[in-house]
Antibody, heavy 122, light 107 residues
Framework: QVQLQESGPGLVRPSETLSLTCTVS??????????WNWIRQPPGKRLEWIGY???????NVNPSLKNRVTMSVDGSTNHFSLRLTSVTAADTAIYYC??????????????WGQGTVVTVSP | DIHVTQFPSSLSASVGDRVTITCRAS??????LAWYQQKPGKAPKLLIY???TLESGVPSRFSGSGSGTEFTLTISSLQPDDFATYHC?????????FGQGTKVEIK
C-alpha cells in the first residue's frame, strides 16, 4: 500500500524559503505511471494546485507560483521535494504531497499525504 | 486559467436523501474532472475521475456525470459516513484548479 508523508518546518519567517519533502513508501517515485504533486489549502480557502514532477525531473508549475517554486525528485531515496522562495503570510496553508495516475491520460489524484501545516510568521 | 465554481457551497440533508452537487467550469474541460471527499483534518479522497469513472473501492451510491462545462456529483442515498466537504477539480489544461468546496451537513 503506497503511502506519502510530508516533512518540513511548521514555521517559516517572511521572505525566507519553505522546503518540504515527501517520502514515498510502498511504491516508487520512479514509476512511469505516476506524477508527483504538491497541493496546498490556505485557511478557509479552496485547494490550490502548486505543480507536479515526473520521474524524469520534468515538472509543471502553477504560473501564479512559477517564479518562486522549484521541485525535485530523487529515485535513490524515493522522495520528492518542494522549495518555495520569498514566502509571505499568503503562503500559510496545509501543504499536501499527492500522487496522480496517468495511463495514457491523467486520472485522479489517488494518494495523498496527511498534510503538513506551514505558517509564515515573524 | 479555467475557473471552477461549485454550488451549493453548503447543504443540509438527511440520511437516505439523494444529494446532487454541481460544478461549472468557465470554459469546456471536456470530461477532465475529478471529485474528492474531504473530512475535517484529513486529506481529500478521490471519488470519481474523468467526470464519471468511479474510483476503485468507492461505494456505488456515488456517481458523476457531465461534460463540457457542467458536471454533477450525485449521492443516491446519503449515509452517515458521507457528511463531509466535496471538491471538484479540473485537469484539462494548466493550471489545474479546484472548486471552492461543498459542505454536506446533517439536517
Amino acid at each position: 500500500q503506497v503511502q506519502l508523508q510530508e516533512s518540513g518546518p511548521g514555521l517559516v519567517r517572511p521572505s525566507e524559503t519553505l522546503s518540504l519533502t515527501c517520502t514515498v513508501s510502498g511504491g516508487s517515485v520512479s514509476s512511469g505511471s505516476h506524477y508527483w504533486n504538491w497541493i496546498r489549502q490556505p485557511p478557509g480557502k479552496r485547494l490550490e494546485w502548486i505543480g507536479y514532477i515526473y520521474q524524469t525531473g520534468d515538472s509543471n508549475v502553477n504560473p501564479s507560483l512559477k517564479n518562486r517554486v522549484t521541485m525535485s525528485v530523487d529515485g535513490s531515496t524515493n522522495h520528492f521535494s518542494l522549495r518555495l522562495t520569498s514566502v509571505t503570510a499568503a503562503d500559510t496553508a496545509i501543504y499536501y504531497c499527492a500522487r496522480q495516475r496517468k495511463s495514457g491520460w491523467f486520472e485522479g489524484i489517488d494518494i495523498w499525504g496527511q498534510g503538513t501545516v506551514v505558517t509564515v510568521s515573524p | 486559467d479555467i475557473h471552477v465554481t461549485q454550488f451549493p457551497s453548503s447543504l443540509s440533508a438527511s440520511v437516505g436523501d439523494r444529494v446532487t452537487i454541481t460544478c461549472r467550469a468557465s470554459q469546456s474541460i471536456h470530461s477532465w474532472l475529478a471529485w474528492y471527499q474531504q473530512k475535517p483534518g484529513k486529506a481529500p479522497k478521490l471519488l470519481i475521475y474523468q467526470a464519471s469513472t468511479l474510483e476503485s473501492g468507492v461505494p456505488s451510491r456515488f456517481s458523476g456525470s457531465g461534460s463540457g462545462t457542467e458536471f454533477t456529483l450525485t449521492i443516491s442515498s446519503l449515509q452517515p459516513d458521507d457528511f463531509a466537504t466535496y471538491h471538484c477539480q479540473h485537469y484539462n489544461s494548466y493550471p489545474w484548479t479546484f472548486g471552492q468546496g461543498t459542505k454536506v451537513e446533517i439536517k
